[in-house]
C-alpha cells in the first residue's frame, strides 16, 4: 500500500465529454496513383498497420497492354521531350548572349525545359522493371488501404493512406451551457484504459474552444492537441474530464484512496505509521486523480496531527 497527503486544490466543476482522437494535419498522408494500371502488392501481407519507413515500396502499377495512358510510352515520350527541350534551351541561351532571341524566348524555353525535367525524372525514378513504383514518402504506419490487389486504376486515384502515431488532435463535445465554464479550465484529463493521464502529462495544450453551435446540435467543441499516451489510437473516442478552476481551495485526496461500501465513500486516516482509522466521508468533485472531499476529514490543515493527514 501507499499513503498519500491530503491535499489543497481549486477543483472547481467537471465536465464529462468524450473526446475523437484524430491525427493531426502533416501526421496523415494520402497516397495518390501517379498512373493508370493494374495494382500489385509488392508484399502479400500488406494490410492496415503495417510499420512503414520514408521511400519503403508498397505496389507496383503496370499499364501493359493498356492503350491508354501506357507507363512505357509516357516515359518513352517524357525522355524524348527531355532531350528536345534541353537541347533547345541550350541553342537560345547561345543565341540570347549574341542578343539573337529576346529574353523572354530564352525564359518560356527555360520553363519548357524545367518542365520536361521534372516529369522525366519524376517517371525514372519511379519506373521499375517497366512498372511505376508506389512508395511511402514518411515514416508512419498504413492507417487505411483504399485498393485491392488487382484492381485497376486510374491517375489521382487514392491508394492507401500513412498515418504517424502522433501528435493527436483531441476533439471533446460539450454542451452550450459550460461555455462559460470553459473560460476557466484548469486541466484535462485522459482516462485511458491504463490509467489516467492529465494533459501536461500527455505533452498537450488547448488549441481552441469554438463560439458557435452548428446546425440543430446544442454543442461546442474543446480542441486540444496531445503527443498520445499507451493505448492512443486515432479514430478512437476516449473519455475525458474537463476540470475548471475554483475560487478557492477545497480539501481534496487521490481517488485511489476512496473505499466505496453500499454507495458510502471511506477513507483510511493514519494516525500512526502501523494504526488507520476507517473515516466515512463525503465525496465532492473529481477531475479524474483528485476527488474533492466535503466532509469527513478536518478542513484546515492546523487542526491536523502528524500522521493525521495521510489518507491510505
Do not use: W
Amino acid at each position: 500500500f501507499s499513503a498519500s497527503d491530503v491535499q489543497k486544490a481549486r477543483i472547481g466543476s467537471t465536465i464529462k465529454s468524450s473526446a475523437l482522437l484524430s491525427s493531426l494535419p502533416g501526421a496523415e498522408k494520402k497516397i495518390i496513383a501517379k498512373a493508370s494500371g493494374i495494382v500489385s502488392y509488392v508484399s502479400p501481407t500488406l494490410s492496415p498497420g503495417c510499420i512503414l519507413r520514408s521511400g519503403q515500396e508498397l505496389m507496383r502499377i503496370s499499364s501493359k497492354g493498356l492503350a491508354e495512358d501506357n507507363i512505357e510510352v509516357r516515359y518513352s515520350l517524357a525522355q524524348a521531350e527531355f532531350q528536345r527541350s534541353a537541347e533547345e534551351y541550350e541553342r537560345l541561351k547561345t543565341l540570347s548572349a549574341k542578343n539573337i532571341v529576346s529574353k523572354a524566348e530564352l525564359n518560356a524555353a527555360r520553363a519548357a525545359y524545367l518542365s520536361a525535367k521534372a516529369e522525366y525524372e519524376n517517371l525514372r525514378e519511379n519506373l521499375k522493371d517497366g512498372l511505376f513504383s508506389v512508395s511511402a514518402d514518411m515514416n508512419g504506419y498504413i492507417d487505411e488501404i483504399y485498393v485491392s490487389n488487382g484492381d485497376y486504376v486510374t491517375t489521382g486515384t487514392p491508394l492507401a493512406c500513412i498515418a504517424q502515431n502522433g501528435p493527436f488532435l483531441a476533439t471533446a463535445k460539450v454542451s452550450s451551457s459550460f461555455f462559460e465554464s470553459l473560460g476557466r479550465i484548469s486541466d484535462v484529463v485522459f482516462m485511458a484504459p491504463k490509467g489516467a493521464f492529465s494533459l501536461n502529462e500527455t505533452g498537450g495544450k488547448i488549441v481552441s474552444i469554438s463560439r458557435s453551435t452548428v446546425g440543430q446540435s446544442p454543442l461546442i467543441s474543446v480542441n486540444m492537441q496531445i503527443d498520445g499516451f499507451e493505448g492512443c489510437v486515432s479514430g478512437s473516442f476516449i473519455d475525458v474530464r474537463i476540470c475548471t478552476e475554483s475560487s478557492e481551495e477545497k480539501m481534496a485526496v487521490p481517488d485511489e484512496a476512496l473505499v466505496e461500501e453500499s454507495g458510502n465513500f471511506f477513507v483510511y486516516k493514519q494516525l500512526s505509521p502501523v494504526l488507520f482509522e476507517k473515516v466515512q466521508v463525503l465525496r465532492g468533485e473529481s477531475n479524474g486523480k483528485l476527488t474533492v472531499i466535503e466532509s469527513g476529514l478536518a478542513q484546515a490543515a492546523g487542526s491536523l496531527d502528524a500522521h493525521s493527514g495521510h489518507v491510505h
